[in-house]
């Protein structure tokens, strides 16, 4: 299968957000702590019952429409993936952005805001390229380090980026307060 990934600008993101990111939730992370958190923390999956599909897009201020309503992403990359002339994915990477918390104000840090695949097409090695192109995007701005957020019911994703070298930097507890079942993890990695 011939996908083509393109670098195209924010302009984009109306027809990059038509690309459903809704997934299932089977399975979730819970998050046992070692010794009163002091030992650690260890990640231990869980059957969720129901299962149910999530949709980050549906989340009040959320989606790819919404990101310019919050945040000047001129310097934001977005890179989309296509079959023929059929959008089937696409990654956006934060860059150099006053007030994005986990850019931490620097310069030489990118963040994977966003990556999603047309739901006909995961698991064909759309999101690995997708990825790739994304750190390359941040290597190309001199960017020492990468980050990544997702949620402790993303259980796919997270060993999609443990697969792709991330390492597991932070996990929050409470960055969701209108989504009280679900775990922040920025998955971190060196790329400089």
């Not at 006053?98 to 995961?122: Q, S, T, Y």
């Not at 997702?150 to 796919?156: A, G, L, M």
């Amino acid at each position: 299968m011939e996908i083509k990934v393109i670098e195209e600008t924010v302009k984009a993101l109306k027809d990059y957000g038509r690309v459903s990111i809704a997934f299932r939730v089977e399975t979730r992370f819970r998050v046992d702590e070692i010794d009163n958190g002091l030992g650690g923390f260890r990640l231990v999956e869980e059957r969720v019952h129901p299962p149910y599909v999530k949709d980050y897009d549906c989340d009040k201020g959320e989606g790819p429409t919404r990101w310019r309503n919050q945040w000047n992403i001129d310097h934001w990359g977005v890179l989309s993936a296509f079959y023929g002339n059929h959008r089937v994915g696409g990654a956006v990477v934060a860059y150099d952005t006053k007030n994005v918390f986990m850019l931490e104000g620097r310069k030489d840090l990118a963040a994977l805001w966003d990556i999603r695949v047309h739901p006909d097409f995961r698991g064909k090695g759309i999101g690995a390229k997708l990825f790739q192109r994304a750190v390359d995007w941040a290597k190309s701005r001199n960017c020492r380090d990468f980050k990544v957020e997702t949620q402790n019911i993303n259980v796919p994703a997270c060993r999609f980026y443990a697969k792709r070298g991330c390492k597991l930097g932070a996990i929050n507890r409470y960055a969701y307060p209108n989504h009280i079942n679900e775990v922040q993890l920025i998955w971190c990695m060196s790329i400089g």
